[in-house]
């Protein structure tokens, strides 16, 4: 009888988007701080969720990600168990991962059993399924988790 292992975040070999679409991320994290009128990192609730949406960087990851997919980004902190409402996969690449020590967990569907923990780091695109129950823990009170996010919906 073999044993399958079931990976729920993967790293995936993308290329990463150049300085002018760095530019562009960095300046609308700034835009999504202003919108939800956070003047540090500090001043959030727990729960913040944010996306903008920026038509060069779609362009840029459509043409060099997936072509199918829109391209936007997310602003979060600290989240407990949850599941992606109607997103199956979402592809990420973190700007800032908010911290040294976070990492994004995976649970069985009652939330009781860890299937996997993975400490994802910032400029590289990773493939998480979203539509079973995750986390993310260790966002570190004075920083942000800043990322270009394009989501598979089933």
């Keep these: 009888m073999t044993t399958h292992i079931h990976y729920y975040a993967q790293t995936l070999n993308l290329p990463s988007p150049p300085q002018n679409i760095l530019d562009i991320v960095n300046q609308n994290y700034i835009l999504q701080k202003q919108l939800y009128n956070l003047k540090t990192d500090d001043e959030k609730l727990q729960y913040t969720y944010a996306q903008g949406y920026n038509a060069d960087v779609n362009t840029w990851c459509q043409n060099n990600v997936c072509k199918d997919i829109r391209f936007y980004f997310q602003l979060t902190t600290n989240l407990d168990i949850h599941v992606d409402a109607g997103s199956d996969v979402k592809l990420i690449y973190f700007v800032d991962t908010g ?54 919906f089933i």
Excluded: P
């Design 99 to 152: 911290g040294d020590n976070v990492f994004t967990e995976f649970y069985s569907n009652d939330g009781k059993k860890l299937l996997q923990s993975i400490q994802l780091v910032s400029h590289k695109w990773y493939a998480l399924k979203t539509s079973i129950n995750h986390s993310v823990r260790g966002v570190d009170k004075s920083r942000t988790r800043f990322s270009i996010v394009g989501r598979l």
